[in-house]
């Protein structure tokens, strides 16, 4: 079965340095996200992706963030530069064109911002 | 600064018996939801989807219920199993499907042997 895989599983990194976390979607899905969930809380909605620009992104989801999809396979988010308060999970999700309009997740990379 | 965590509601069963899971939702304009299983560890994994025309949509040993006039959702798990310990959430989608999903923040679903 078809999976959604992100890279590396565990990423730890100083203040203030940047970050990219990567995401491989499903092959033959075309919306992409990004996701996260801060330890013990609730997942929360970073940003949308289609047809290689941002559809919606969410107020956490300020300049220090960014996505790109560099060729046909990836999909990354970039943190310029971490704050402590970015340690956190971070999950992609991807889906097809719908219904249903379930959104596929990966595994999660966890970043710990020292 | 300090996390707060949320303390997530918890529900114990016994193996067998029927789950009822509820979520209450935000925004009245709502018109598709999702439940969702995450495994510890994991990423969250869709168990099934209610659009808000529908009041009742059955899967495999699944069933959500959607109230709209309250605002509410159910998850009805039949025959709980241990595989089925994890935390669940709702999650609904403000009016453009497939995009942003605003999550609830859960219930922690144990089964006991």
């Known amino acids: 079965e078809p999976e959604v895989t992100q890279t590396p599983s565990h990423q730890v990194t100083q203040m203030g340095q940047e970050v990219i976390l990567r995401c491989v979607p499903i092959?033959?899905?075309?919306?992409f996200y990004w996701y996260r969930q801060i330890l013990g809380q609730k997942v929360e909605f970073l940003v949308s992706?289609?047809?290689?620009?941002?559809?919606?992104k969410s107020e956490i989801f300020d300049d220090q963030f960014s996505v790109e999809r560099p060729d046909g396979s990836n999909f990354t988010l970039k943190i310029r530069s971490t704050k402590l308060e970015d340690s956190a999970m971070y999950f992609c999700a991807s889906r097809g064109p719908g219904p249903p309009y379930e959104q596929y997740f990966g595994p999660g990379t966890r970043l710990t911002v020292t | 600064g300090e996390s707060v965590g949320l303390h997530l509601p918890t529900l114990s069963v016994q193996e067998g018996d029927n789950s009822i899971i509820n979520c209450a939702y935000s925004n009245s304009a709502s018109d598709y939801f999702i439940w969702y299983k995450q495994e510890s560890g994991k990423g969250p994994q869709f168990i099934i989807d209610?659009?808000?025309?529908?009041d009742k949509r059955q899967g495999q040993r699944v069933t959500v219920l959607l109230n709209k006039t309250v605002k509410h959702l159910s998850l009805q798990i039949a025959a709980t199993q241990p595989g089925d310990s994890a935390v669940y959430f709702c999650?609904?989608?403000?009016?453009?499907?497939?995009?942003?999903?605003?999550f609830g923040p859960g219930t922690r679903l144990s089964v006991l042997p």
């Open positions: 999650a609904e989608n403000m009016g453009n499907y497939g995009q942003n999903f605003v």
């Open positions: 092959s033959n899905h075309l919306y």
């Open positions: 992706f289609y047809n290689n620009e941002i559809s919606e």
């Open positions: 209610i659009r808000s025309n529908m």
